[in-house]
């Protein structure tokens, strides 16, 4: 499973992919992405920064320009952090994994949150990974209120109904998001053929030899048109 620092390290290195940042405007960027449950701190993020910046996946410099005025004041406010190559490398490696981590409680929503990053078939494969997840979670969850519902309360009761019911939602999103991927793959695929078919329908037709335009499939004449130039018969 993937820890919580591997995830605020896909998040770091997305957002400063996006633009260099601030360690304040990075904060409040990572606390939209990884949602105010997990609210961040800068006792968990200037360490994070310091690893990378170890790593040579990110670098931090002085400001030349004057600190915006929501900036902390001292030292740390003045640093602008930074993608080196390494590190646009090292992320672009990170949005191709596909694997379980990818589609777990604790990863998939910033996964999620770089889709416009990651190519086709990467989403379509962590959407189902996700699915299928969550299809288990549910078959479970059905299972244990059907074994306990004589001996739990009723707000016990419509707890599990309210954790159910948010499942099945997610399920039915997921389906659409898939159906979606597939349409585009779909689209994709088909692009070549429409566009053979397009040039095919816009190919000049050729002379006969009477001065008609003659409909030709792959070179060779019509049937229509081999029996109109066919000499009349003799009486």
Do not use: C
Not at 13 to 33: A, I
């Amino acid at each position: 499973m993937r820890s919580r620092a591997d995830v605020l390290e896909l998040a770091i290195l997305g957002s400063l992919h996006e633009t260099p940042m601030h360690g304040y405007e990075l904060r409040k960027r990572l606390n939209l992405l990884l949602g105010s449950f997990r609210a961040l701190s800068y006792g968990s993020l200037y360490p994070a920064l310091k690893s990378l910046e170890g790593r040579a996946l990110i670098q931090g410099s002085d400001a030349s320009q004057t600190p915006p005025p929501h900036a902390l004041s001292g030292k740390r406010a003045r640093i602008v952090y930074e993608l080196t190559a390494e590190g646009k490398e090292h992320f672009a490696d990170l949005l191709a994994e596909a694997g379980p981590a990818s589609w777990e409680d604790e990863g998939f929503d910033v996964r999620f949150a770089f889709f416009a990053q990651t190519d086709a078939e990467t989403r379509l494969r962590i959407l189902e990974g996700r699915r299928t997840r969550l299809t288990e979670r549910l078959e479970n969850v059905r299972q244990a209120m059907a074994r306990t519902r004589e001996r739990l309360d009723e707000y016990t009761l419509e707890l599990q109904r309210h954790g159910l019911e948010q499942v099945e939602r997610e399920v039915r999103w997921l389906d659409g998001l898939i159906d979606n991927e597939r349409g585009l793959g779909r689209d994709r695929d088909d692009a070549p053929r429409r566009a053979a078919g397009t040039r095919a329908a816009n190919r000049p037709a050729t002379r006969g030899p009477h001065g008609r335009a003659d409909r030709t499939d792959g070179g060779r004449p019509t049937t229509n048109d081999t029996a109109d130039d066919a000499p009349a018969p003799q009486h």
